[in-house]
């Protein structure tokens, strides 16, 4: 099979790997054999070729790599239908050779000890964010005739970057059982290389990036890799940025949910709690589809849709106490002389606003507050009307010498009683209009000396 990555993002291959699937940024061609001009594309991808190539198309493959191109070798186990030997054509080329068995590791598995877990990675950027993959069935290969010292290993312009080996328990069998590494040889899995200014790798496990791709970390590994290959390893931070960015907005947006759901949000508004819903459903579902940029900016939409819809209801909230406060304050002057007893109710419901659980519970005890105010209003706007009644009709006709300032006092404080009034605001209007009376009481015994000034006369 051959797989080729154009450049502009354009992905040619000869089979249906269901890699392809999740490589979102490329579109998909189908090509049966190597173009003749490969300088469009960053990657060519080799998988159990079943026929061999000509010397012409090798060679043009290797100047490809050499001169900056990258390149994937993918075999299979047991030279699956002979297609490890075609490999081995092209591998050869580069100093690769794939053998024709199978790694077992009866020690570190999935599922069954032919699936080897892989869990001790070289430093490479294709490793980031990756603790263990599952080689699945897969063959062995070696690097032959290596030369040079030191972790890099040169033969000619080849460099060996990094190699995955199998564990210490593991060891590789042809079909027929015949043992090609023993236990301790530690089977080489997959590799990276630098081939003049180009890149390869070569792995023994086409169902890494096939049927067993959503297995352990092997999803991830895959689209590392193909940023690697193409030259674009910068995409790897990236993409693992966004990666915890999208799960710590997930888990953020999921808490703030269930706060918010606490606190009565469903009942203030159970449309935001729905998009909410929505939002993180499909924030898990780009996650787990490795679109982490979008699933990031699906959770941070759901974080603002929580925020704001608790936002407005505490402003409800807010406002509810705001008006309970409001209405007491406009009642207490004259409830704490005329109401008492409403008004200690009044004031115990209000101190018991903060202490309920969820915003309508906080609203509604705040509505009884207002209630019970308007109750006591009531009764204040009875009492507040019979002493401006009898205020007036204390105010008589001035007459006299004496008394003249009281008499004014008397009038002014009805003033201020009947505007109080007209406000609701009837505490105040009581206390004026009570203030206005013993004005007019004053007046009264200051006209009294009038009486006695004209007996004298």
């Given at each position: 099979m051959l797989i080729l990555i154009l450049a502009q993002g354009s992905i040619l291959f000869t089979d249906d790997l269901k890699v392809t699937t999740l490589l979102h940024d490329s579109s998909i061609s189908v090509a049966m054999d190597i173009p003749a001009d490969l300088s469009a594309f960053d990657a060519v991808v080799i998988s159990t070729p079943p026929t061999m190539y000509s010397v012409e198309k090798i060679q043009q493959l290797k100047s490809y790599v050499e001169s900056g191109g990258g390149i994937m070798l993918l075999a299979e186990e047991n030279n699956l239908d002979g297609t490890t030997l075609v490999l081995n054509q092209i591998?050869?080329?580069?100093?690769?050779?794939?053998?024709?068995?199978?790694?077992?590791?009866?020690?570190?598995?999935?599922?069954?000890?032919?699936?080897?877990?892989?869990?001790?990675?070289?430093?490479?950027?294709?490793?980031?964010g990756i603790t263990s993959l599952v080689y699945a069935s897969g063959c062995s290969f070696e690097v032959v005739e290596p030369a040079g010292t030191g972790d890099t290993q040169v033969r000619g312009a080849i460099a060996v970057e990094g190699i995955i080996t199998a564990s210490s328990h593991a060891y590789s069998e042809k079909y027929d059982g015949l043992l090609v590494h023993e236990r301790g040889s530690f089977p080489a899995c997959i590799g990276f290389f630098t081939v003049g200014e180009g890149r390869m790798m070569v792995c023994g496990d086409l169902g890494l990036f096939h049927d067993q791709l959503d297995l352990a970390d092997n999803t991830l590994f895959a689209l590392n890799l193909f940023d690697w290959l193409a030259g674009n390893t910068e995409n790897i931070a990236e993409r693992l940025h966004y990666k915890s960015l999208a799960s710590d907005n997930i888990s953020s947006a999921q808490s703030l949910l269930q706060s918010a759901l606490s606190h009565g949000l469903n009942e203030m508004n159970p449309i935001i709690i729905q998009q909410a819903n929505f939002l993180i459903d499909e924030a898990d579902r780009l996650f787990t589809s490795y679109h982490y940029e979008d699933s990031s900016r699906k959770a941070e939409e759901a974080l603002h849709l929580i925020q704001q819809g608790e936002s407005e209801a505490q402003a409800a909230v807010d406002a509810a106490i705001a008006s309970a406060q409001t209405c007491i304050s406009q009642i207490e002057r004259g409830a704490r002389e005329y109401l008492p007893s409403q008004l200690e109710a009044a004031t115990y419901y209000f101190n018991e606003i903060t202490d309920q659980e969820t915003y309508k519970e906080k609203i509604e005890k705040a509505r009884e507050v207002i209630t019970l105010c308007e109750e006591i209003r009531v009764g204040l706007q009875g009492a507040a009307e019979r002493e401006i009644e009898q205020a007036t009709a204390a105010i008589?006709?001035?007459?006299?010498?004496?008394?003249?300032?009281?008499?004014h006092s008397a009038r002014v404080y009805l003033e201020y009683a009947q505007e109080s009034a007209e406000k609701g605001e009837y505490g105040e209007a009581i206390v004026f209009a009570q203030q206005s009376q013993i004005y007019s009481e004053k007046v009264e015994q200051e006209q009294k000396k009038d009486y006695v000034l004209l007996a004298g006369i």
């Open positions: 591998a050869q080329e580069f100093s690769i050779m794939f053998y024709s068995d199978r790694v077992y590791d009866d020690q570190n598995y999935y599922e069954h000890s032919s699936w080897i877990s892989l869990t001790s990675f070289p430093s490479h950027p294709v490793f980031q008589g006709p001035y007459r006299g010498i004496f008394g003249r300032r009281d008499h």
